[in-house]
């Protein structure tokens, strides 16, 4: 599903316009994104926690040359599913 078909599925289950719903879409993402940035998290019970974690430097190859690199330590977004949406997914096959 991409961003369209989401907010067409939104739009219909609540009854909203497709406008409101990328608006709110948008402002959702935005929000994300700041407190992200802030290198705080954003919890939403039952789906999962967006937050911030720090990879470590390693050692790499550069795929080219063969020769080995050393990657630096970096700042990088998490999520961590809630315990519905393991649910959910676990019972796939």
Request: charged share 35%; aromatic share 6%.
């Amino acid at each position: 599903m991409n961003k369209q078909e989401l907010i067409d599925k939104i739009a219909k289950d609540t009854g909203a316009t497709k406008k409101s719903t990328e608006a709110f879409l948008k402002s959702y993402e935005k929000t994300i994104h700041d407190s992200l940035k802030k290198k705080g998290k954003v919890q939403l019970v039952n789906f999962g926690t967006f937050s911030v974690a720090k990879r470590a430097q390693r050692k790499g190859v550069n795929p080219r040359t063969k020769k080995p690199i050393i990657i630096p330590a970096k700042m990088v977004p998490k999520f961590t599913p809630g315990k519905m949406l393991k649910e959910a997914v676990k019972s796939l096959k």
